[in-house]
């Protein structure tokens, strides 16, 4: 059960909409900001804007970068902001088989690839969970893959065209999250070894599915691919984030959010 307090919206149903750094969020403040009334609220150090994007009463924040700063953010759109679903949006590096530069990976579930409390537990399994791998919500990520589809449908050619990369793909599957960035071979091979069905590298996701999943809160993560998590992973994350991260996140967005429909209350949620 959320709580209520005076930064709380009330009775408005609020998704919760998030991203480690500035660029991954693309326009949607803007959007907000021009669409009507924008309330600011700081807290943690950070800035919580509670308003409505294309229509959707929404708080969108910058979680920052890694798993702590993950889950305090999504405890705080819980408990404080009283949403009732998260979207987390931003990029990753690409470790499945087929996953370039330029997809779109939309998860099914995340995983902590650097949570190891073995031989008490089993290798990625949280303790007292029993489980190692949290699902995200159906409905929402088949809303943000299909937000995904139009956007590389209407705006799949002139990517290419502007960025030289393939055309670009919609992927679903794991997600695996760790507080280190990847950023050699080496570590892709090994994660690719060791978890052979993970389409994406980030730092962020499984930290606030575990958050979500511990408070009955649907949740959903898209992520374009920045990099291929590789020896050559920091000049391309870099150029990525600058010049294209924005554009990928704006579209998917608006298209996600013009078709939003609030998922129905769940575990007892009030």
Do not use: W
């Not at 990520?141 to 449908?153: I, Q």
């Not at 996701?205 to 575990?210: E, K, L, N, V």
């Amino acid at each position: 059960m959320s709580t209520h307090n005076e930064n709380d919206p009330g009775a408005v149903r609020r998704l919760g909409v998030l991203a480690a750094l500035a660029q991954e969020l693309g326009d949607l403040v803007e959007a907000m900001r021009a669409e009507g009334e924008l309330r600011t609220v700081t807290l943690g150090r950070r800035d919580y804007h509670v308003g409505t994007a294309y229509g959707v009463p929404c708080v969108v924040t910058l979680a920052r970068v890694g798993k702590v700063a993950a889950a305090a953010t999504a405890s705080a759109l819980i408990h404080v902001f009283n949403v009732d679903a998260m979207v987390f949006t931003g990029v990753a590096g690409g470790v499945g088989s087929g996953v370039r530069v330029g997809d779109i990976v939309v998860a099914d579930s995340l995983l902590q690839h650097d949570m190891d409390a073995s031989p008490l537990f089993p290798r990625y399994e949280i303790p007292l969970l029993n489980q190692a791998r949290f699902p995200t919500h159906t409905p929402l990520a088949d809303g943000l893959s299909a937000a995904c589809e139009r956007f590389v449908s209407d705006a799949g050619a002139a990517l290419v065209q502007r960025f030289g990369f393939d055309a670009p793909r919609v992927h679903r599957g794991l997600i695996i999250s760790g507080d280190r960035f990847v950023s050699s071979a080496s570590e892709v091979r090994a994660l690719a070894s060791a978890l052979p069905d993970a389409m994406a590298v980030e730092m962020e996701g499984a930290a606030m599915a575990q958050v979500c999943y511990e408070h009955d809160v649907p949740c959903a993560i898209v992520r374009t691919i920045s990099d291929t998590a590789d020896d050559h992973a920091t000049a391309s994350f870099t150029t990525f984030l600058t010049d294209i991260a924005g554009t990928y996140s704006s579209g998917v967005l608006g298209h996600f959010l013009r078709q939003y429909a609030p998922a129905p209350a769940e575990g007892g949620r009030v």
